[in-house]
Antibody
Framework: QVQLQESGPGLVKPSGTLSLTCAVSGGSISSSNWWSWVRQPPGKGLEWIGEIYHSGSTNYNPSLKSRVTISVDKSKNQFSLKLSSVTAADTAVYYC???????????????WGQGTTVTVSS | DIVMTQSPDSLAVSLGERATINCKSS????????????LAWYQQKPGQPPKLLIY???TRESGVPDRFSGSGSGTDFTLTISSLQAEDVAVYYCQQYYSTLSHTFGQGTKLEIK
């Protein structure tokens, strides 16, 4: 079955850029699914960051849109997140997830990575 | 932006009893062309990623026990656990995916054993 694995630096300096990659295994990133990023600050709830389709179409959370870029690399079967101008408020566990929104008979984020903790600190 | 508001923020229920969590959206998430509510429910246990329980407001994900059910339409939704088990202790989130601009989550409801 499809599995997702996040990777990237666990520590980012303030004003820097957070960069994470989500590797997709057991399935193709070119399937009829969207691929999402969700984050969770320590002790808080879930925040949807944005999503990408294999065609390159993206949707971003309006509150983060000016700082977020999500891209896809079909040759490597992975997608990536870049978040610029980070502050301590961006410290969180970052999850990647498969969103079945592109399918007719099902929906929801059914496959999730285990999450990676990113701390913004000097 | 569609705002999702859950109630209560926390809930304590006795084992074997019914647990009910509510979710209200600031605008309808019912898509008129297919008559589907674009609303999902997730369960998150400590140290784990969220797990999809329900989509289309009432369709149970494969493998989810049938004690979990979802109901509601338009702006008001409910997740019901018919007979609480110890393993159901978790935080539960609703999420709308009606708006492509932002798939907002509710703030979460923490469910504990009384």
């Amino acid at each position: 079955q499809v599995q997702l694995q996040e990777s990237g630096p666990g520590l980012v300096k303030p004003s820097g850029t957070l960069s994470l990659t989500c590797a997709v295994s057991g399935g193709s990133i070119s399937s009829s699914n969207w691929w999402s990023w969700v984050r969770q600050p320590p002790g808080k709830g879930l925040e949807w960051i944005g999503e990408i389709y294999h065609s390159g179409s993206t949707n971003y959370n309006p509150s983060l849109k000016s700082r977020v870029t999500i891209s896809v690399d079909k040759s490597k079967n992975q997608f990536s997140l870049k978040l610029s101008s980070v502050t301590a408020a961006d410290t969180a566990v970052y999850y990647c997830a498969r969103d079945r929104r592109g399918q007719l008979l099902s929906a929801g984020m059914d496959v999730w990575g285990q999450g990676t903790t990113v701390t913004v600190s000097s | 932006d569609i705002v999702m508001t859950q109630s209560p923020d926390s809930l304590a229920v006795s084992l074997g009893e019914r647990a009910t969590i509510n979710c209200k959206s600031s605008q309808s998430v019912l898509y008129s062309s297919n008559n589907k509510n674009y609303l999902a429910w997730y369960q998150q246990k400590p140290g784990q990623p969220p797990k999809l329980l329900i989509y289309w407001a009432s369709t149970r994900e494969s493998g989810v026990p049938d004690r979990f059910s979802g109901s509601g339409s338009g702006t008001d939704f409910t997740l019901t656990i018919s007979s609480l088990q110890a393993e159901d202790v978790a935080v539960y989130y609703c999420q709308q995916y009606y708006s492509t601009l932002s798939h907002t989550f509710g703030q979460g409801t923490k469910l504990e054993i009384k």
